[in-house]
């Protein structure tokens, strides 16, 4: 973990790091789909994913790759006058196509002024050796990472939540975008139906083991129009308060490896769909409940891998 950072290694220390900058990522539609919904897999896709495939922040999928980049530019600018920029292709599995399709996309977004790297939300199932080698020959003119949708490594939670793949897919991905070395990102959602402490803990220790290079920790979000809206609205089913959730979290912090740059410790769902909990659209006091606890249980990433 590099001198001066904050207890944890966090995504703005990292590109910091790597960029001397403060460094945005701009969140794009790519105009993909999913297998887990055009039929391949499902058609249901995974019970907690809105219509938007987790691309709610994402520009419009009407726009170009650019245009997109222009708009998100010009909205995050008023805040962050002097920033390079990371093009996060989010919604949807944005490996999802003929490699073609892929390559013209994502260097459309690369050749953009001030982009400094490139961002790719996919599944794992959607890793093959034809879209590493196109991610490496990229990767050798800018920074490239991929994000990975685990969210649970118990087998058995993965087939209520409708996930679509067995661990083995995850791993085999991660060694195959490792052995190009391209940076790894799993997401992984605590409070998952059914789902106890040991479970998510369980979670975080196969990511790593797996070699990943960074994690996003969220609480789940039950979102309005989708099959877990459904599963909560007719029988509820319980989740953390804040107090739980950011207890769960500080602990956790304790279980990553020092060298895994901790991309997302909450999320903010859209208020305009979200049902249940509603105290996450207070990110501001969910990280400062975080930061309180860290200094309170004096949590150092990755010290319970070294007892």
């Not at 093009?87 to 599995?93: D, G």
């Not at 459309?108 to 991610?135: H, W, Y």
Request: aromatic share 8%.
């Amino acid at each position: 973990m590099p001198e001066n950072a904050m207890p944890y290694y966090s995504l703005n220390n990292f590109f910091k790091n790597k960029f001397g900058q403060k460094v945005i990522k701009l969140s794009l539609d790519g105009g993909f789909t999913c297998p887990n919904r055009d039929g391949k897999i499902s058609r249901t896709g995974c019970i907690f994913c809105s219509k938007n495939g987790s691309g709610d922040f994402a520009a419009k999928r009407t726009q170009s790759i650019a245009e997109q980049i222009e708009s998100q530019k010009a909205f995050l600018s008023k805040k962050w006058q002097k920033a390079l920029y990371i093009a996060y292709f989010q919604a949807f599995t944005n490996t999802y196509a003929p490699v073609e399709v892929l390559e013209s996309k994502y260097l459309e977004a690369v050749s953009q002024k001030d982009i400094v790297g490139l961002d790719i939300a996919t599944r794992p199932d959607c890793i093959d050796e034809n879209v590493v080698s196109l991610l490496s020959k990229i990767s050798k003119k800018t920074y490239v990472c991929v994000e990975l949708g685990l969210q649970t490594s118990n087998e058995k939670t993965a087939e209520i939540i409708n996930r679509g793949y067995k661990n083995i897919v995850f791993e085999n991905a991660v060694k195959l975008l490792n052995s190009a070395g391209i940076d790894t990102v799993c997401h992984i959602i605590l409070n998952l139906p059914g789902e106890h402490y040991h479970d998510m803990l369980n979670s975080v220790q196969f990511a790593c083991l797996c070699g990943i290079k960074g994690i996003k920790l969220q609480m789940l979000n039950i979102l309005k129009g989708t099959p877990l809206a459904q599963m909560y609205l007719k029988e509820p089913f319980k989740l953390f308060t804040l107090d739980e959730y950011t207890d769960i979290i500080t602990d956790l912090i304790e279980y990553i490896p020092e060298n895994v740059v901790i991309h997302r410790l909450t999320g903010d769902g859209p208020k305009d769909i979200l049902i249940e909990p509603m105290w996450i659209l207070n990110k501001r006091l969910v990280l400062n409940t975080i930061n309180r606890k860290i200094k309170e249980k004096n949590i150092i990433q990755g010290r319970h891998l070294a007892e």
